[in-house]
């Protein structure tokens, strides 16, 4: 198979009403040093909210076409400028080829928006591959796969008060959770007060659960080292499985002085690296109990997979973290529980990411089915789709 076209849609539709973005807008975000970012208004309750999706397709000289999303909107033009005019004609196999060229093709597109849009063709191009063999890509990767992978559930969009907040976890746990990573609300911009705030629910939820439950903590690369050595004893409190991105990505020496100083603490951290050079140093250097790496933004499977394998040789585990799921269920289930006992499921976040979708992943009981549709099984429902346009065409002007 050789590659024919790559091509960029946009798809418009109108989310249900009964969608909303509920507590997420109240979750710690590092632009909350930054009083007017500090609440995030929800969109008028009881209309339909407009949503946008963007999907890379590539189609091979069989008319056969791979596809991945929803993207941002940024990596499409690095996609439609810089990818495209270099797969048009290569061969679709192998794939560490094609990764290659594209990661060697430019300086600038090895980290950030760049290494997105890579890890989005790639994943297309996986999807295809999928297609023209028949199986799930989780096949191709692997001759044993796990017919289901528990869930754990990330809660941002708990209540406040305390008995509300106590009842949400449990509800939880009977919905067949018993894994919950929980977001704190503040950051050092908090103050004294953020600090008990999340102190509160650190032991709410704690108490709630009993030791039914894994708990995890998510900092969301929010604190400095103050806040960090203030709360990191608090959320050991919980005995937490995890404690999540205290500061921002690639600040190695803040997670080695924390790793000093409470030697105990499960770090995790690798939603926002990019390949496994940035993930390598952490691993070297015994500094994390998780490795939190995304398919969809970390160099797409292909790039996923060598970090499953670097992290393993390390005796650290790989959760992938969840923007989206169809690619990351697939690299999971074609591992040992040991290697990726986790996916990331958030319910909401993951309504919205799949809306278009015909058969969106969706956990059951606190468990992730392996889909078993050929290529990632990414198929469009048409009766959401109310516009759809090319992007970035390639008779257009740059």
């Given amino acids: 198979m050789n590659i024919a076209e790559v091509s960029l849609v946009r798809l418009e539709g109108a989310l249900d009403p009964a969608w909303h973005w509920a507590g997420e807008k109240d979750t710690v975000h590092p632009l909350h040093r930054f009083e007017e970012f500090r609440r995030r208004p929800d969109p008028p309750p009881g209309h339909p909210v407009p949503i946008v999706a963007y999907y890379v397709e590539i189609m091979d000289t069989d008319g056969a076409v791979g596809r991945y999303g929803p993207l941002y909107e940024e990596p499409c033009l690095i996609i439609a400028r810089r990818l495209r005019p270099l797969l048009i004609g290569r061969a679709v196999e192998p794939a560490d080829d094609l990764w290659d060229l ?158 000093r100083e409470f030697p105990g603490a499960p770090l995790a951290t690798g939603e926002h690296l990019y390949t496994r050079w940035e993930v390598k140093p952490f691993l070297d250097e015994g500094l994390l109990a998780v490795v939190q790496c995304d398919p969809d933004w970390c160099g797409g499977i292909t790039e996923l997979v060598r970090i499953c394998d670097l992290a393993e040789r390390h005796g650290v585990p790989v959760v992938p973290h969840g923007h989206t799921i169809a690619a990351a269920i697939q690299v999971v289930a074609a591992r040992t529980e040991t290697a990726c006992p986790l996916v990331e499921v958030l319910p909401r976040h993951q309504v919205r990411m799949q809306w278009f979708q015909r058969e969106p992943v969706t956990p059951h009981h606190g468990r992730v089915t392996t889909p078993t549709a050929p290529g990632l099984g990414i198929e469009w429902n048409p009766e959401r789709i109310t516009a759809r346009r090319d992007v970035f065409p390639p008779d257009a002007p740059p």
């Fill in 102 to 259: 594209m990661f060697r093709s430019d300086r600038h597109l090895q980290t950030g928006l760049g290494m997105m849009a890579i890890s989005a063709v790639d994943n297309a191009l996986w999807d295809l591959r999928g297609k023209a063999a028949g199986v799930p890509v989780c096949r191709l990767l692997s001759d044993t796969v796990r017919a289901q992978v528990p869930a754990y559930r990330s809660i941002n969009d708990y209540p406040y008060e305390p008995e509300a907040m106590a009842a949400f976890a449990r509800q939880a746990m009977r919905e067949g959770y018993r894994h919950l990573k929980w977001f704190l609300r503040h950051g050092p911009a908090g103050g004294d007060v953020g600090r008990d705030t999340d102190a509160r629910m650190v032991r709410t939820v704690r108490e709630a659960v009993g030791q039914e439950a894994r708990l995890m903590f998510d900092c969301f690369m929010s604190w400095d080292l103050d806040q960090a050595r203030r709360m990191v004893p608090v959320l050991m409190e919980a005995s937490p499985l995890w404690i999540e991105e205290l500061f921002p990505p690639r600040r190695l020496d803040d997670v080695r002085a924390i790793h």
